[in-house]
């Protein structure tokens, strides 16, 4: 039976836990039965920040025709609800400061908010390097002890989607940037507002919508994209039909899916039990996405097992239990006894430790109950993060282990709906367009990486998708600032002719075209064997010195140092930068690297180069005649090393257009 969109959104809504808009709290002399009527925006919540020196709508939506006043700060603002309950209320301008309280009410409903701060608001968004946590980047136990500033907020908009613009966000809340809550804030954005704070003395808030994995294309408009609606049609009707084989697929395999887990009731693990016989229980391929091992669009939660052997001195001792990447939550246990647990975490490595009263001298067995809430789920990623170390002996866990579903629901595989167009647009940008903000950092580009052609594309995408968000925010040209991609994947011995990562480098970098916009180059950032490098306090002290520049006027050094423009005499190249004050190696005083060159055959070599008053001065012995200079064009350029005084480096450039 084909799904209409209508049957198909409230599916979905339903199986991923999908809360409904925030609602009124009803006064006593309603009856119990009778549901509330009065709601606001799930922003308009407690310990929200508003944006500072501009007007600030708050909406939500009530009885047809009924009168719905917003008191704050002593005045009383009033709207009649549309014919469709549709309502808005603007408060006037307001200066930083706080906490306010305020209070909608309509008839004999009410809703209380409460410590709200005005100040400055910052949209993060992009893929998972914006979605990256707290808890998850380099020195998070002292990142967290550390974090106590309450002027500093975070808006966690849900992972969603629709194929329609939306007006309600599917969930989120205000949370503090406080030792409770800092390890699920996004690294970047906290580190920015952290580090912006200490110059602007104001409320920050973050307004984190942010997937893994996403493209460009899935947060830019369908206006914005030029897709007409028959295009739209054939787009989304691939998608329904991808969705309905996933279902029939999985149903061939597993029979009626389960809706209730039969693994873990009321409390007890009882697929856990070291004496459970499992012989019936299916093998899958351990370190692999079950999505990627015969269960494509299942989320939900399945239960793996296997078994290994000690010695009765390796029992006695207590060992560390491996257990790889999950994809998203776990719960594990050894011989029945719980050793660790870890809540939607997908790309964090699971390490436990065993303590000898749950070990056993023989055989003892590993139980992981993986419960997975959109696209991938799983135990995946780099076999040898998959072991049992007991003292200096490790010995792998990489190898087919048992496996049972406990729960499943075929939803859109994550992975795949956050590359659709403009689907997450819909759901996790066009509901925050009312709202005001001070401007967006955003760090995406991994995924429309994979390939020179979309790194190309890129270039013109990027500047539609900034020019279509001003449009729509109707704040004016806001800051738009993003972090270029830093340096990642295997290091190349010679110059190459072509390169994604630096292509994409350029196209971010051809963006700073439009106005008030700017980049923090992060090329020395980056880790050769890991796409989400762990040191984010140095990415958002960067994008906070771009801010302090572009969106505060301020007189401080926010770029490394910027091609500007070359000229050839003989041999040589000489090169000229913008910011290059100060103009210098990492090391000073070691030769320059990082720079290739070529003739009229467009064959790069290695070049040599040397600072030569303020400038660069680049030749090759194995080229005559120059024609064209590159500099740090590779995907991981290692050995890069031109920074200005401020330490910062210099741009990925090229003079040719080959």
Do not use: C
Request: charged fraction near 20%; proline fraction near 6%.
């Amino acid at each position: 039976m084909a799904l209409s969109r209508t049957s198909l959104s409230f599916g979905l809504m339903s199986v991923l836990g999908i809360a409904l808009p925030r609602v009124a709290e009803v006064g006593a002399s309603a009856p119990e039965q009778a549901l509330p009527s009065l709601q606001v925006s799930r922003l308009v919540s407690d310990g929200m920040v508003l944006q500072r020196g501009v007007r600030v709508p708050i909406w939500g939506s009530a009885p047809p025709g009924s009168t719905v006043t917003v008191s704050f700060d002593g005045q009383d603002h009033a709207a009649t609800a549309t014919a469709t309950g549709a309502w808005t209320v603007l408060l006037p301008s307001m200066p930083p400061g706080g906490p306010h309280a305020m209070r909608v009410h309509a008839g004999n409903e009410h809703i209380d908010v409460r410590d709200i701060l005005v100040g400055d608001v910052w949209v993060a968004s992009g893929q998972s390097n914006m979605e990256f946590t707290v808890a998850e980047s380099r020195n998070a136990e002292q990142e967290i002890a550390a974090a106590n500033d309450s002027r500093i907020r975070q808006f966690k908009v849900p992972q969603s989607y629709s194929d329609q613009p939306s007006s309600e966000l599917a969930g989120g809340s205000w949370t503090v940037a406080d030792r409770e809550h800092i390890p699920s804030f996004s690294a970047v954005a906290y580190f920015f507002a952290r580090e912006l704070r200490k110059s602007v003395d104001v409320p920050i808030g973050i307004i984190n919508t942010s997937w893994g994995g996403s493209r460009i294309e899935t947060w830019m408009s369908r206006s914005a994209l030029r897709l007409s609606e028959p295009q739209w049609q054939g787009i989304w009707d691939r998608e329904l039909t991808y969705q309905r084989d996933a279902l029939d697929s999985l149903r061939a395999r597993i029979g009626v899916l389960p809706t209730t887990d039969a693994g873990l009731v009321d409390g007890r693990a009882l697929w856990a039990d070291p004496a459970l016989d499992d012989s019936a229980w299916s093998s899958i391929e351990v370190p692999k996405l079950w999505e990627q091992a015969g269960y494509p669009g299942m989320d939900g939660i399945a239960w793996y097992r296997t078994t290994f052997t000690l010695t009765a001195d390796q029992a006695a001792k207590g060992l560390r239990l491996g257990l790889g990447t999950i994809d998203d939550s776990d719960i594990s246990w050894v011989n029945g006894i719980e050793v660790g647990r870890t809540d939607r975490a997908y790309n964090r490595a699971r390490v436990y430790e065993v303590q000898p009263s749950a070990l056993r001298v023989g055989r003892n067995v590993i139980a992981v109950r993986v419960e997975d809430f959109t696209g991938g789920g799983g135990i995946y990623g780099d076999p040898s993060l998959l072991f049992v170390e007991s003292g200096a002996s490790r010995r792998s866990l990489g190898e087919p282990w048992k496996f049972r579903v406990g729960a499943a629901a075929v939803n859109p595989d994550g992975q795949r709906i956050n590359k659709m167009p403009t689907v997450v647009y819909n759901k996790m940008v066009h509901p925050l367009l009312p709202y005001p903000i001070k401007g967006v950092i955003w760090y995406q580009g991994e995924s429309n990486a994979d390939h020179l052609e979309d790194a190309e594309a890129y270039r013109a995408l990027f500047a539609d998708m900034i020019r279509s968000w001003r449009d729509a925010w109707k704040v004016g040209e806001f800051p738009f600032l993003w972090v270029q991609l830093p340096n990642y994947n295997h290091a190349v011995t010679a110059p190459s002719a072509t390169s994604n990562w630096a292509t994409m480098r350029e196209s971010q970098n051809a963006t700073l075209r439009l106005s008030n916009t700017g980049q923090a180059v992060v090329i020395d950032l980056g880790e050769a064997d890991n796409i989400h490098p762990k040191n984010k306090r140095d990415v958002g002290v960067r994008l906070a010195a771009v801010a302090r520049a572009v969106a505060y006027g301020q007189h401080v050094t926010h770029s490394g140092p910027v091609f500007r423009r070359s000229a050839v005499r003989g041999n040589q190249v000489t090169i000229e930068f913008d910011h290059a004050d100060g103009l210098t190696t990492v090391a000073p005083g070691t030769p320059v690297e990082g720079f290739a060159i070529a003739g009229a055959d467009r064959h790069f070599v290695w070049a040599r180069a040397q600072l030569v008053g303020g400038k660069v001065v680049t030749w090759s012995d194995s080229v005559s005649r120059p024609v064209a200079v590159r500099y740090a064009w590779e995907d991981n350029p290692q050995h890069v090393n031109l920074v200005n005084a401020a330490g910062l480096p210099a741009a990925p450039f090229r003079t040719d257009t080959w």
